[in-house]
């Protein structure tokens, strides 16, 4: 067997799947599947396969789902870096599938790291609405902020939270919660083997308490009519119908919407937790499971649970939520956004200190204070914040005046020295740990505006005044992404309104936006960040 698996586990499974057991077991001797899937934010499915340096083939729950064949290394291909596809384990992309995502809503990833379900809803929302994406270990927000930035998502707030502390903050505010929960992980053995070692360590025991926890919470931020879904990589009864026979038991208002079968989806086992638990919740039934001798894919579990709130209460949520935030076909200038959301928000000291490059390691907030901070400050003080802010506003202004052909949706936050667009208004993020308050736009340095590098890959061509495109076939793409200077005659350089050829440039793949240049005679200084770069031979 390629798996040493727990003997402990391996006799739960025998007595739980009778039948089925030897062909389950006989699964951890092939080969795990590996997928993509394609960002639409940046690309559509078909444009995608008529480019596609690799073989694909449909997953059958994920429209924008493919699987690759065994062996490729989709990471090492610039169409990566241009953030075209995230690499996702096949059976993973089915939760948000079902979580029936919409334009303009309001979504929670509570548990994101390292973030490829948060950027396939911002796929979803393709730009509007507002994402929400959590994870409580401040070391796995680090990849959660680098992939929401990477996969080009505009509309996104990363924090770095409990539950309770943004239930708090947004009681009964969000249309759709994903809970990826925290689980034995048995579900992934054959992927992982250190998840197999660490199985006793990381019992079914403590991952209930977690689990149990996090949904009781999670029905507090949930809307009237609102949709959870939960899901776990485990096949424990007690962290998956188990826990959704207690949720229910304590919040008759939510109902299990039934999976529909077919697509590899199994239905789930109530009768696994105990003959009481099926016979009071038959409906449990109607939940789903992913198993790896039945589908290409590893082991996952899947329950949709709908709030059973008055078309009216959802109604009025809607009118009410127009005020908070911003719509799709809302574009707001610097200006307009400055004046829509009150003022600028300064940080304070602490966030300052805490803040960091675009390096990959993402900023802090403000030790959880806010955008503001705690600290008072003096008359003369408060002056000096206020002329600070309003010349980083102004170098910000200039820019996009001059560099971009961008109507910005949502609220401008200055946070320190750096500018964000949100697509929450400021005071709805006092007191949290924000990673990232919106679309990291840049810095100013001393009265310099440098944009960032999420800019550029969330950007389009035609967004910037100047573009140069590189070949993903050319050597030069790889050089690029290494960081290397080029030489760019000034023909290649695409121009708008006028502009002259000198200074910054969108640099793109193919047409797909990759990062910023800046031209001057002949030559091209590479201001790929040093963190983000191509790394391998």
Partial sequence: MGVQLPTAFVKRMEQLLGDEFEAFMAAYEHTPHAGIRVNTLKIPVE????????????IPWCSTGFYIPHGTKPGLHPYYHAGLYYVQEPSAMSPVELLNVAVDETVLDLCAAPGGKSTQIAAKLQGSGVLVTNDISAERTKALAKNVELYGVRNAVVLNESPDRIAEAFPHFFDKILIDAPCSGEGMFRKDEDMAKQWETHSVEKCVVMQRDILRVAASMLSDGGRIVYSTCTFAPEENEGMIAEFLAAHPDFEVIPV???????????EWVSETVAAAHPELRGTARLWPHL??????????????????????????????????????????????????????????RNKKGMDGKPGKG????????????????????ARTSHDVMESYRQFVQEQLEISFTGYTVVYGDRIYQSPLASHRLNGLKVVRPGWFIGTDK??????????????????????????????????????????????????KNDAQPKGYVLICIDGYTAGWGKWQDGMLKNEYPTGWRWTSV
């Fill in 47 to 58: 444009a995608f396969k008529a480019i596609s340096p690799f073989e694909l083939r449909p």
């Fill in 260 to 270: 529909p079968s077919g697509a590899g989806f199994a239905p789930g086992h109530p």
């Fill in 295 to 352: 589908v290409e894919g590893e082991g996952h579990f899947i329950a949709v649970l709908q709030h059973q709130g008055s078309r009216a209460a959802v109604a009025e949520k809607a009118l009410n939520m127009d005020a908070e935030r911003p719509r799709r076909e809302q574009h707001l200038s610097v200006e307009e956004s400055l004046a829509r959301n009150g003022q600028s928000r300064y940080a304070s000291g602490d966030a300052k």
């Fill in 366 to 385: 403000a030790s959880g204070r806010g955008f503001e901070g705690s600290k008072s400050r003096s008359g003369k003080e408060a002056v000096k914040v």
């Fill in 446 to 495: 001393n009265g310099r505006f440098v944009p960032s590098h999420p800019l550029a890959v969330a950007l389009r061509p035609s967004e910037a005044v100047r573009s140069i495109n590189l070949s993903s076939s050319d050597a030069e793409a790889i050089r690029y992404l290494k960081g290397e200077t080029l030489s760019i005659p000034v023909q290649r350089i695409t121009l």
